[in-house]
T-cell receptor, first 114, second 115 residues
Framework: GNSVTQMEGPVTLSEEAFLTINCTYT??????LFWYVQYPGEGLQLLLK?????DKGSNKGFEATYRKETTSFHLEKGSVQVSDSAVYFC?????????????FGKGTKLTVNP | EAGVTQFPSHSVIEKGQTVTLRCDPI?????LYWYRRVMGKEIKFLLH????????ESGMPNNRFLAERTGGTYSTLKVQPAELEDSGVYFC?????????????FGPGTRLLVL
């Protein structure tokens, strides 16, 4: 079945550091890929998405490129801020069955220190 | 526009009791999903409604879980009787119907603790 593997956390960075959170997936067909973020005390929010190979999703300085050849969707940000501290979830949806359910990775907790 | 809301935000019950969680989707969203995150594990899909119909309930763990969406608006998820392993955060999400992958908007979740 479909699955998502993302790097284990927690990740601790200093403000203005470069961030990479790795995400790889296994899926039948051509899934859409997502990054969701959960800030402390809040629900999940869509951060960015990509629906086909080579698409780049971007939002709030974060970027991720849908790489079909390496089945990856790594999240990057050039300069993190304290306000980026949150849990980040990589997810996929859509396969040959037409299911729209999201399949999530375990989440990576990011802490950014001033 | 109001987002997805869930009630209660927290629930602490004893093993064997019944708990009912409620989700109000964004107005006009036909799709409603339930997910669960057990501590330390992935967020896992439970089921998907399209309006009042169950489109996919392949993630429901067992028959102690009953989901309804009467009238195609809000949804309830009842756990009866609750077991210790049911503890976790239950998320609801909604999306519009469309021709492709529509963005799912999540609620804040209900934290359930079964003692």
């Amino acid at each position: 079945g479909n699955s998502v593997t993302q790097m284990e956390g927690p990740v601790t960075l200093s403000e203005e550091a470069f961030l990479t959170i790795n995400c790889t997936y296994t899926a039948t067909g051509y899934p859409s890929l997502f990054w969701y973020v959960q800030y402390p005390g809040e629900g999940l929010q869509l951060l960015l998405k990509a629906t086909k190979a080579d698409d780049k999703g971007s939002n709030k300085g974060f970027e991720a490129t849908y790489r079909k050849e390496t089945t990856s969707f790594h999240l990057e940000k050039g300069s993190v801020q304290v306000s980026d501290s949150a849990v980040y979830f990589c997810a996929l949806s859509g396969d040959w069955s037409g299911s729209e359910k999201l399949v999530f990775g375990k989440g990576t907790k990011l802490t950014v220190n001033p | 526009e109001a987002g997805v809301t869930q009630f209660p935000s927290h629930s602490v019950i004893e093993k064997g009791q019944t708990v009912t969680l409620r989700c109000d989707p964004i107005s006009g969203h036909d799709n409603l999903y339930w997910y669960r995150r057990v501590m330390g594990k992935e967020i896992k899909f439970l089921l998907h409604f399209v309006k009042e119909s169950k489109q996919d309930e392949s993630g429901m763990p067992n028959n102690r879980f009953l989901a309804e969406r009467t009238g195609g608006t809000y949804s309830t998820l009842k756990v009866q009787p609750a077991e210790l392993e049911d503890s976790g955060v239950y998320f609801c999400a909604s999306s519009q119907s469309g021709q492709g992958m529509e963005t799912q908007y999540f609620g804040p979740g209900t934290r359930l603790l079964v003692l």
